[in-house]
């Protein structure tokens, strides 16, 4: 017990001496290195269990509850909020100062929403936060002052390639090799006006270049399709992607615009069921008569998109026509569109669309025995084929990004010309 005393009055006198200095208490550097190696050596083999705050939407989430859901048919804003103890005059507010960042009239069903309640016996909410797509959402914060921010998650782009051979139709064949129907629409409006989509051959096949959009490691959209090699009755079409300064635009491999003044079909790809006619038998009225339009089946509620800057001429029911809406883009082209279930939120007369906005929804209203758009064109105040108008393409590449396309051409053709066809491994002849 003494000989412990001792040690510790030894260990005290060292410490004072060390602090203040005395000259007559010397300690070796080498020793007092030793000693610190050796309590770091201590203190490293002792692992130590830091918890990490668990994070959701950019707010601390321990100890709350969080509830994940989708919007209902027909439910609300207040609906939600108000099994989760938020009252009317809160709620209010919120669309109040949400206004200027998102409707919330436009919270659709199917979309998903979270809500952040407060550990309490009425779980009431802290926020609320609502995904209108993939790549970005929107939180309510009911805590304290409200507040509401829209949020854009980080989109990284992929480069991605793929090659396919029509077999029946381009839907089925991109569908047969794991592309979705965004894809196929952005496709077919690259060449609209080069290719009859309806009459393709069977052996027609394509090779494309696209940008795939990657949120948190899940694909949640497509970027632009950079690149496209696509064969139609042994003839190639080329199309690179550009930008001169004035938009992006598909380019031929000369350097010829691919996009015409209009796009050539009111809906994404679809099913035309009768063409524009002189002489045609009427399903409803059972007689012979000519057909003016071209008639695209669809899907009831399928958005129907103007084909050009345009202004609103008509947007209203007629006892034939049923709901549609007839737009004048020029002094040359006017275009209607006719059966809509209902006519686009702010469609009117004098409005301003530009092309390939949602002017309507397909539907049967007025002389109609199924859904359909029935969509006609005027050139000149007369009546023709919208199918068969030719019209003038957009601006070509100008001499100062001459050189410029004609390098991006180059990369975006070598990169074509690794694609292989799934039939077939020999090298595609492209003309440079």
Not at 101 to 109: E, H, Q, S
Request: some cysteine; hydrophobic content about 35%.
């Amino acid at each position: 017990m003494l000989k412990k005393w001792i040690g510790l009055c030894a260990m005290a006198l060292i410490s004072i001496g060390v602090y203040f200095g005395m000259p007559y208490l010397r300690v070796d550097r080498p020793a007092m290195e030793d000693t610190i190696a050796a309590v770091q050596a201590s203190s490293d083999s002792t692992e130590i269990d830091v918890i990490e705050p668990e994070f959701l939407y950019g707010m601390p989430v321990d100890s709350m509850v969080v509830i994940e859901a989708k919007i209902k048919n027909n439910q609300n804003l207040s609906d939600i909020l108000l099994d989760y103890n938020v009252p009317y005059k809160e709620i209010h507010q919120l669309a109040q100062v949400s206004k200027p960042i998102f409707d919330v009239r436009k919270i659709a069903a199917n979309k998903k929403y979270t809500i952040i309640c407060h550990p309490d016996s009425l779980t009431t909410a802290k926020a609320f936060v609502y995904e209108p797509n993939a790549m970005e959402y929107v939180v309510f914060n009911l805590s304290d002052s409200i507040t509401v921010e829209k949020v854009s998650r980080e989109v990284e782009l992929i480069e991605r390639s793929a090659s396919g051979i029509i077999e029946t139709s381009l839907s089925d064949a991109m569908q047969a090799i794991g592309l979705g129907p965004q894809l196929t629409n952005n496709f077919v409006d690259v060449f609209g006006w080069q290719v009859d989509f309806f009459r393709l051959q069977k052996g027609d096949r394509f090779k494309l270049v696209y940008e795939d959009k990657i949120v948190d490691g899940t694909s949640v959209g497509i970027g632009e399709i950079k690149g496209i090699y696509f064969e139609h009755f042994n003839n190639p079409y080329y199309a690179i992607h550009y930008d001169q300064g004035s938009g992006a635009d598909h380019f031929d491999e000369n350097g010829n615009s691919l996009q015409k003044a209009l796009l050539k079909y009111p809906l994404k790809f679809s099913r035309i069921s009768s063409r524009y006619s002189g002489n045609r038998y009427h399903p409803v009225q059972k007689r012979w008569k000519a057909h003016r339009g071209t008639d695209f089946a669809a899907p009831r509620g399928t958005e129907i998109r103007s084909v050009g800057d345009g202004i609103i001429t008509e947007a209203r029911f007629s006892k034939y026509n049923g709901n549609f809406v007839k737009v004048k883009h020029n002094s040359t082209y006017t275009t209607q569109y006719l059966h809509m279930s209902k006519i686009a939120s702010g469609i009117k007369r004098g409005t301003r669309v530009r092309q390939g906005q949602t002017i309507g929804y397909v539907g049967s209203t007025g002389l109609a025995t199924g859904n359909h758009l029935c969509y006609r064109f005027w050139k000149a105040g007369v009546q023709v084929d919208a199918l068969k108008v030719k019209l003038p393409p957009s601006e070509p590449i100008k001499e100062e990004h001459r050189d410029e396309f004609m390098k991006i051409k180059s990369e975006i053709v070598e990169k074509l010309n690794a694609i292989p066809f799934p039939d077939a491994d020999k090298e595609l002849m492209v003309r440079k």
